[in-house]
């Protein structure tokens, strides 16, 4: 969309009034206001529906991420506490399969003595 305003016609243009196009669902509008200084500012407004719905989705696809990432995040932090238990758990039965081996071989030594 264009909207060409001669620098002339802007400079003579009333407070409180615009210049306005429209191309489908894209607006535009320029208007010139005198901020509380005194000074005279040019403001332009635009808008357009199928970007507001796009930044719309975006946002909301950005929550859902947000969401699935601490959801992932916290499914993490249980594994990485699981996993440092899973080296204990394995190295009991270790342990214990060596005790009882030990237990076994010295009451067999004690029944051939016998």
């Given at each position: ?10 400079s003579c243009?009333?407070a ?5 196009a ?11 206001v005198r901020?509380?200084?005194g000074?005279?500012?040019?403001v ?10 796009a930044?719309?989705?975006y ?11 601490a959801l ?6 249980r ?31 004690q029944?051939?003595?016998?």
């Amino acid at each position: 969309m264009l909207l060409r305003i001669p620098t002339d016609s802007l400079s003579c243009l009333p407070a409180g009034a615009s210049y306005v196009a429209h191309s489908g669902r894209a607006r535009v509008s320029v208007s010139r206001v005198r901020d509380p200084l005194g000074r005279e500012t040019v403001v332009v407004y635009a808008s357009c529906d199928s970007l507001a719905r796009a930044c719309y989705r975006y946002e909301r696809a950005l929550r859902s991420l947000r969401t699935d990432s601490a959801l992932l995040r916290s499914v993490l932090e249980r594994k990485r506490s699981v996993r440092s238990n899973g080296v204990g758990t394995l190295f009991k039965p270790f342990l214990f399969g060596l005790l009882a081996g030990g237990v076994i071989i010295i009451m067999y030594h004690q029944k051939k003595k016998d």
